[in-house]
């Protein structure tokens, strides 16, 4: 499988945890998952078209760089800002920073990432 595929994957598999951890009202992890989901799809994107790597967790820079590929992308700067908080947030604060977490949060981090997901795969798809 080339490489690209196994990005695109764990972004799949990561959107599904992102849904289970809403479903478990566990908003702090959805809004985690969300963003990963997002950044392993923008990279298996980017590495889809032959970019290096980059080992980088910034979203907005990540989008930059796949609409230096293909303006079509420019429309989903709105859904990278809104996950890019979400990275260190979610992850490192102590715990009474986690139960701040909406639903509300967790429901738009998913449909972000979503949105972002399936453009990525329509995307590539067409390019095949």
């Not at 969300?34 to 990279?43: D, I, P, T």
């Not at 889809?48 to 790597?53: E, N, W």
């Not at 700067?77 to 890019?84: C, H, M, P, S, T």
């Amino acid at each position: 499988m080339e490489e690209y595929k196994n990005w695109i994957k764990k972004a799949k598999d990561d959107l599904n945890w992102t849904k289970h951890n809403l479903e478990s009202k566990i908003y702090y992890g959805a809004c985690f998952t969300a963003q990963q989901s997002a950044e392993k799809a923008l990279k298996g994107y980017l590495i889809f078209c032959g970019k290096p790597l980059r080992k980088i967790h910034d979203l907005a820079a990540l989008i930059d760089d796949c609409i230096n590929i293909d303006k079509e992308f420019y429309p989903l700067r709105k859904e990278a800002k809104i996950l890019n908080s979400f990275y260190t947030e979610s992850r490192y604060p102590d715990f009474a920073m986690f139960s701040t977490f909406t639903e509300a949060q967790a429901k738009e981090a998913f449909e972000s990432a979503g949105k972002i997901v399936i453009f990525i795969e329509k995307k590539l798809i067409d390019k095949k």
